[in-house]
């Protein structure tokens, strides 16, 4: 089962329908819509209450900026994938940091 966190997207990428340019096409969006994080920890609850498969939860919860990310970690979305996401953040400060450096 798959529960989305998000409608659209800032990138357009060739391989995806649901790019920018898709979005802003079809549906007159200029930006993806992201669900609350809290919304997303209740969708899944809800699915565990009728389905014993696993649940992918789809959208790069950075998208939306790092308060998002780190709210949806806060709010249980997620929770194993945690680290990775803070890893990402962490990484991405390093390289900035490095690029001023030069």
Do not use: M
């Not at 790019?19 to 969006?29: C, D, I, M, V």
């Not at 969708?43 to 389905?51: C, G, R, T």
Request: charged content about 25%.
């Amino acid at each position: 089962t798959a529960v989305l966190t998000c409608k659209g997207c800032n990138e357009n990428c060739v391989i995806c329908g649901g790019s920018a340019a898709a979005f802003r096409k079809f549906y007159g969006r200029d930006r993806p819509v992201f669900r609350s994080p809290e919304a997303v920890v209740n969708n899944v609850k809800q699915i565990e209450k009728f389905s014993t498969g696993p649940i992918f939860i789809l959208g790069d919860l950075l998208q939306a900026g790092e308060d998002y990310a780190v709210g949806a970690i806060a709010a249980g979305v997620l929770v194993l994938i945690g680290i990775v996401i803070k890893d990402r953040i962490k990484k991405a400060k390093t390289d900035d940091f490095k690029e001023v450096e030069k």
